[in-house]
C-alpha cells in the first residue's frame, strides 16, 4: 500500500486535488485501489482509459481475444496498427502511454466458472464489459460469492443500460434483474444487430464514474436502479 503520491503524481491529478471531495487522501485512495475489467472491448475500452487516467493504482484486464478491424468503429483502445494482435497487448500499449503510474495486470483467457473467483479475488471492484449473457451472469455470480461490487453496462443500436450491483451492501444482483439467461438466439448481440459506435462510449464512461465513486466512497451508488440511455431521443 502506498502511503503518500509522488510529485510527478501531484502533478498529474492537480485537477483531482482541488476538489474537496477526492482531495490528496481520495487520490491515494485511488492509488491504492484495483479495478477488474471483464473485456477490453466496446465498454472496456472507454472504462479502462477514464481508470487509468483518474489514477486506479492497479487495473486487471481479462480478454482472449484478437483485434478485429471491425472493432475500430468502437473500441478505441485499439487502432489499425494492432489488428490480428491480442487486444490486451494492443490495450496494455495504450493505457501505459495514457497513465505509466498504473500497474496493469493482464489476463488473456476467457472467464470461466473455473478461473473467475481466483481471478477477481484480489480486486475492489468488478466492471462488466462483457458482449453475452454466460459471461454477464459468471462475472455476476463471481462479484455475488466474493462480495464485490459489480458495475454493469449493456449496449445495442442506440440504447444502453448501466446500473451496479452488490446485494452486500443491500441492493439487488444481475440475476434480480434477470433470474435466468435468455434462451440462445433470443436477443440478438451486438453483431446481429449493430450498435452505434459513440454509444459504448456513454456507457462505459458512466461505468467508470461509478467505480470511481464506490473507490472513493462519495456519492450515491444506485443500487436497486437500472440508468437505461436513448440516443436517438436524447433521454435517460
Known amino acids: 500500500m502506498a502511503d503518500g503520491l509522488t510529485p510527478a503524481e501531484l502533478l498529474r491529478y492537480s485537477r483531482h486535488l482541488l476538489i474537496p471531495a477526492v482531495g490528496e487522501s481520495g487520490q491515494l485512495r485511488l492509488k491504492n485501489a484495483a479495478v477488474l475489467l471483464v473485456g477490453s472491448g466496446a465498454l472496456g475500452s472507454p ?3 477514464y481508470l487509468a487516467a ?20 468502437r ?10 494482435k491480442p487486444k490486451l497487448d494492443s490495450a496494455a500499449a495504450r493505457l501505459k502511454e495514457v497513465n505509466p503510474h498504473v500497474r496493469l495486470e493482464l489476463h488473456p483467457v476467457r472467464l470461466t466458472p473455473a478461473n473467475s473467483m ?34 454493469y453496462g449493456a449496449i ?13 451492501l443491500g441492493g439487488p444482483c444481475y440475476r434480480c434483474l434477470l433470474p435466468h439467461s435468455p434462451a440462445a438466439g433470443s436477443v440478438p448481440s451486438c453483431e446481429e ?38 440516443a436517438l431521443a436524447s433521454s435517460f
Open 118 to 151: 481466483e481471478i477477481a479475488a484480489n480486486y475492489d471492484v468488478i466492471v462488466d464489459g462483457s458482449d453475452n449473457f454466460p459471461t454477464r451472469f459468471l462475472t455476476n455470480d463471481t462479484a455475488f460469492f466474493l462480495k464485490k461490487p459489480l458495475v
Open 47 to 49: 472504462a479502462a482509459l
Open 75 to 84: 473500441q478505441i483502445l485499439h487502432g489499425e496498427s494492432w489488428i490480428g
Open 193 to 230: 444487430a449493430g450498435v452505434l459506435g459513440v454509444l459504448p462510449g456513454i456507457i462505459g464512461s458512466l461505468q467508470a464514474m461509478e467505480t470511481i465513486k464506490l473507490l472513493l466512497g462519495i456519492g450515491t451508488v444506485p443500487l436497486g436502479k437500472l440508468t437505461c440511455y436513448d
Open 54 to 73: 483518474a489514477g486506479v493504482g492497479r487495473l486487471g484486464l481479462v480478454d482472449a481475444d484478437v483485434v478485429a478491424a471491425s472493432n475500430l468503429q
Open 156 to 168: 445495442q443500436r442506440f440504447e444502453g443500460q448501466t446500473g451496479v450491483f452488490a446485494p452486500h
